[in-house]
């Protein structure tokens, strides 16, 4: 037996992938040379540079939607990016893409997420706009990997290849950048990106029925919901648990999508006459995506989870009591630099607008260090 090298797993790459995937040999390199590695591929790296992060790390104690002191079984910012990965890797898979680079992106693309969830994010973009400036975390995922990890003596940043960066900033979901879509992606950045949708769509059902925010009574006129349930009780045909039952039905409305998607993406690939990465780059409109009556369905069930959770009195609650932390915090550290640690005091002495030194600084934080941060200064 020999050990493959990185340019034999190329060579794989090259003959199992489609002619419009990315290949890890056309790479656009990183922004700083660095010697290549004998054993794995640009994008391999990449993840691993990714996982071996302290940013990655501290997904752990973000929100999702749920704060970790709500239950222990829900979704927080590491078990979503970490399906979104494994959903990622899938569809790239049936569809010959490259499932390495489908997998960094994936586990890159919240790193730049704030404590507790969305309403984190609102907190904090509301604080830059008193200073003329806007907080996004996409945006903010791009900046932990191009400046913030510091793992390296020669340069800032992780130095991820170009390919990961673009994943990074063009990373777009129903909710992101204002709606409006993204042209000259990649199909892998593309699966990502509705690997994000699925994963969380799925989730958040899960999570909605395990806190009791709404019953599997309350979803019977979620049509994609009523879907799943007929296959599941076709297929088993036997009386389950409620709680068996609500985990094979969520599963099946994520199997739904995941199988509308590819069926889907095979039909704009011939539709488009896609035959190179340039045509992919081209093309003014997603080939990654839901077919049109299964959007509708699924707007409908975005529609019901905004009503019932994301808008609900529980969760508001907990949101509102983190955007007070954030604010708290956020002005704590302003107004007395000095409490942040030496390496961000040393931005601010080199210069660097003091706002931001300190927007990095609370954005970095997890749910529970940041309230005990507050608690103690």
């Known amino acids: ?61 973000k929100t999702q939607v749920f704060v970790a002191t709500y239950g222990d079984h829900f979704h927080d910012r590491l078990s979503h990016t970490l399906e979104v990965a494994q959903v990622a890797r899938d569809l790239a898979r049936n569809l010959r893409l490259n499932e390495d680079l489908c997998e960094v992106v994936a586990l890159a693309h919240d790193l730049g997420h704030t404590p507790f969830g969305h309403a984190g994010e609102q907190a904090l973009n509301k604080i830059m706009q008193d200073f003329g400036l806007e907080f996004e975390h996409n945006e903010q995922s791009r900046r932990i990997v191009e400046t913030l990890e510091k793992q390296f003596p020669n340069f800032d940043g992780l130095n991820l290849s170009y390919e990961v960066t673009q994943g990074l900033i063009k990373h777009q979901t129903f909710y992101d950048q204002d709606g409006k879509e993204i042209a000259g992606k ?21 999570d909605g029925l395990r806190s009791e925010l709404f019953k599997m009574e309350d979803l019977n006129k979620i049509i994609i919901w009523r879907d799943a349930e007929k296959e599941v009780v076709k297929k088993y045909k036997t009386k389950m648990d409620d709680d068996i039952l609500r985990r094979r039905i969520v599963s099946n409305v994520m199997s739904i999508m995941i199988s509308d998607v590819l069926n889907k993406t095979v039909e704009n690939l011939k539709k488009y006459k896609i035959r190179t990465l340039k045509d992919v780059l081209n093309q003014p409109k997603n080939i990654v995506e839901f077919n049109a009556k299964l959007k509708k369905k699924l707007l409908q069930l975005r529609d019901f989870l905004w009503n019932r959770m994301y808008k609900s009195a529980e969760v508001k609650k907990y949101s509102v009591r983190g955007q007070k932390i954030i604010e708290k915090l956020f002005w704590q550290m302003y107004k007395k630099p000095s409490l942040l640690p030496r390496r ?27 309230e005990n941060l507050l608690k103690n200064n």
């Open 186 to 206: 990649t199909l892998e950045a593309q699966v990502v990106d509705i690997a994000d949708e699925i994963v969380y769509l799925s989730h958040d059902l899960d």
């Open 344 to 370: 961000f005091c040393d931005r601010i002495k080199h210069g660097e607008p003091k706002e931001v030194v300190v927007k990095d600084y609370v954005a970095g934080c997890t749910d529970v260090y940041a």
């Open 1 to 61: 037996m020999t050990v493959l090298t990185k340019k034999e797993l190329e060579k794989r790459e090259a003959q199992n992938l489609a002619s419009y995937a990315v290949l890890s040999s056309k790479s656009q390199g990183r922004q700083f040379p660095e010697t290549e590695d004998l054993t794995r591929t640009v994008f391999q790296r990449d993840r691993d540079r990714i996982i071996h992060s302290k940013s990655f790390r501290r997904l752990s104690g």
